[in-house]
C-alpha cells in the first residue's frame, strides 16, 4: 500500500521567515496531495491541496509544489506568524479525492515572536 | 452551515468492554471516512462509507466495525476494547462519493480512553 513519509518532525521559525515541509509517497498511482493544519483539541483542517496534474498551487502565504518523478511534495509558508504554529500533516490519496487518505507523520511546527 | 459533529468527545471505558462514535456530516455530505489518531501510529484510515457501504476498509481488526444511516450519519463500534485502542477517532465528511475533485472536512474528534 501507499506509504508517506514527512520530514521534519519539528519546525522551529522565526515570525516573519519562510517554513518548508517535505513529504515523499512510494504509489505512483497517488493523484491527491492534501495538507491539513492541525491545532491541540481540533481535528486536522485542510489549508492547501494539489493534483497531480498540477505542479504548483498558492494560496496567499501558503504554497505546495509537486514532483511527480521524484514522488514528493512540498508545503512553503511564507512570512510567518505565531498563529501557524500547529502540526501540520500532508497526505495522499489515488481515489483522486479524499476519501481514503494516508497520512505522513506530521510536522510541529513552532513560529517564535 | 453546521460543521462535522462527533459525539462524545470524552470517552473512558474498560478493557473487554465495546464502545460505539458517532458522527453527523455536513448537510448535504454523503461520504463518511473514519480515522485513527494515535503518538505511535499517527493517523490511520479505518473505512469509508456512502449510501449506506462501507466501499473501503483500511488495515484494522474485525473488532472496528460501522455503518452508515440513510440521513448519512455514520457509527463506528469497537468491540472487546484493548488498552492500544486508546485514541482520537477522528470522523471526515465529504460532499459526494463518487466524483473526483472533494475535499474531506474533519471533526474534532472523540477521544477514547481504554483503562
Known amino acids: 500500500g501507499e506509504n508517506v513519509e514527512q520530514h521534519p518532525s519539528t519546525l522551529s521559525v522565526q515570525e516573519g521567515d519562510s517554513a518548508v515541509i517535505k513529504c515523499t509517497y512510494s504509489?505512483?498511482?497517488?493523484?491527491?496531495f492534501p495538507w491539513y493544519k492541525q491545532e491541540l483539541g481540533k481535528g486536522p483542517q485542510l489549508i492547501i491541496d494539489i493534483r497531480s496534474n498540477v505542479g504548483e498551487k498558492k494560496d496567499q502565504r501558503i504554497a505546495v509544489t509537486l514532483n511527480k518523478t521524484a514522488k514528493h511534495f512540498s508545503l512553503h509558508i511564507t512570512e510567518t506568524q505565531p498563529e501557524d504554529s500547529a502540526v501540520y500533516f500532508c497526505?495522499?490519496?489515488?481515489?483522486?479525492?479524499?476519501?481514503?487518505?494516508?497520512f505522513g507523520s506530521g510536522t510541529q511546527l513552532t513560529v517564535l515572536p | 452551515k453546521a460543521g462535522v459533529t462527533q459525539t462524545p468527545r470524552y470517552l473512558i471505558k474498560t478493557r473487554g468492554q465495546q464502545v460505539t462514535l458517532s458522527c453527523s456530516p455536513i448537510s448535504g455530505h454523503r461520504s463518511v471516512s473514519w480515522y485513527q489518531q494515535t503518538p505511535g501510529q499517527g493517523l490511520q484510515f479505518l473505512f469509508e462509507?456512502?449510501?449506506?457501504?462501507?466501499?473501503n476498509k483500511g488495515n484494522f481488526p474485525g473488532r472496528f466495525s460501522g455503518r452508515q444511516f440513510s440521513n448519512s450519519r455514520s457509527e463506528m463500534n469497537v468491540s472487546t476494547l484493548e488498552l492500544g485502542d486508546s485514541a482520537l477517532y477522528l470522523c471526515?465528511?465529504?460532499?459526494?462519493?463518487?466524483?473526483?475533485?472533494?475535499?474531506?472536512?474533519f471533526g474534532q474528534g472523540t477521544r477514547l480512553t481504554v483503562v
Open positions: 504509489d505512483s498511482a497517488s493523484n491527491y
Open positions: 471526515a465528511s465529504s460532499p459526494r462519493g463518487t466524483d473526483t475533485n472533494t475535499e474531506a472536512f
Open positions: 497526505a495522499a490519496s489515488i481515489s483522486g479525492s479524499a476519501r481514503q487518505l494516508t
Open positions: 462509507y456512502f449510501s449506506e457501504t462501507q466501499r
